[in-house]
């Protein structure tokens, strides 16, 4: 009876120190926010409601729509107030959710956004979006092909933001480089899931003009490219 109890005791322990190591594991591969992290508050009415709405979109409209998860979008957010931007490009609109984070830098900084979305259904859930937040003075959204219509842009980008079609990564850097200013930032979606190109890897990577990190893996990931000045 007593040998009986203490292999049941010994069997639980094993258990349970496998199923300590396996979440330690886990832990390891794929840490998540941290338990210290707080929701954004908001400093005024206006970012109230625009945090409301990407509330709302987070909660009613993510299926189908790609977004970029909560944590990427406070980071785009955080660097357009970083880096003071005036002008960011966003390829890849879908319903306007990291376009919204963007905005909420992008009204602390006196800036615009420019957005491309090739599926009109998607862009006229965007634009809905845009006027529910009331951010949508400082949008344009352009509708097409954003391998063709970024080739009209002229302005200044202080912010670069991909992510739409994936093996076109390398096409909008080469064609929009030229017109990120030095000190400006590239950021790419994806770096990690879906797999990226290799090729916009490599222009990241090698080119002594840029400087790159990889933030956020865990998920996703978001390259982080400084052009240097
Ligand atoms: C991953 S979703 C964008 C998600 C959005 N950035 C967000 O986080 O809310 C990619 C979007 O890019 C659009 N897209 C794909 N190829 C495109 C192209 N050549 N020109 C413009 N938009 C394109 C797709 O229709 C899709 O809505």
Redesign the pocket.
Known sequence: MLKKSALGLVVTVVLLGAAHLVAQERGRARPGPSSIESSPIPQTEAEKRILSILEDMDQNQRRG????PLEDGRLLRLLTETVGAKHVV??????????IWFCLGLRATGGKLTT????PH?ASLARENFKRAGVDEIVTLVEG???EEVMKLNDSIDILFL???KP?YLDYLNKLLPLVRPGGLILAHNMNRPAPDPRYIKAITTNPDLETIFLNMHAAGVGVTLKKR
């Open positions: 729509m790609m977004n970029v966003e390829i890849g609109t879908s319903n306007g959710y990291s376009a491309h979305e090739i599926d998607r092909d954003a391998h992510d739409a079609d076109g």
